[in-house]
């Protein structure tokens, strides 16, 4: 499994960007998707997730700004960020899982949010 992120930016805050993360190979186990992010010299954290049967889960801190979806179709998931703070700046990461656990990670797309 390949995954390639793209979509990051400069955004002021209260701003808006659209994530992307295109997936290709072997997709047919993978049952969870999801979005990190880092900033530096701190832990990599989850951001929101979503299964296969399209439960999502988000972190308290972009609960009711992000939503994850997927395109099934388009081999694609999408984390859709709206009122952007400050402290959302950091490198966001996906993350597919398979039913074995094995983790696929994206390389990752810088989002910084400043006036």
């Known amino acids: 499994v390949q995954l390639q992120a793209s979509g990051g930016g400069l955004v002021q805050p209260g701003g808006s960007l659209r994530l992307s993360c295109a997936a290709s190979?072997?997709?047919?186990?993978?049952?969870?998707m999801g979005w990190y992010r880092q900033v530096p010299g701190k832990q990599r954290e989850l951001v929101a997730q979503?299964?296969?049967?399209?439960?999502?889960n988000y972190a308290d801190s972009v609960k009711g700004r992000f939503t994850v979806s997927r395109d099934s179709a388009k081999n694609t998931l999408y984390l859709q960020m709206n009122s952007l703070k400050l402290e959302d700046t950091a490198v966001y990461y996906c993350?597919?899982?398979?039913?074995?656990?094995?983790?696929?990670w994206g390389q990752g797309t810088l989002v910084t949010v400043s006036s």
């Open positions: 993350k597919f899982l398979s039913v074995t656990r094995t983790p696929y």
């Open positions: 190979g072997r997709l047919f186990n993978i049952n969870l």
């Open positions: 979503i299964t296969s049967g399209g439960i999502t």
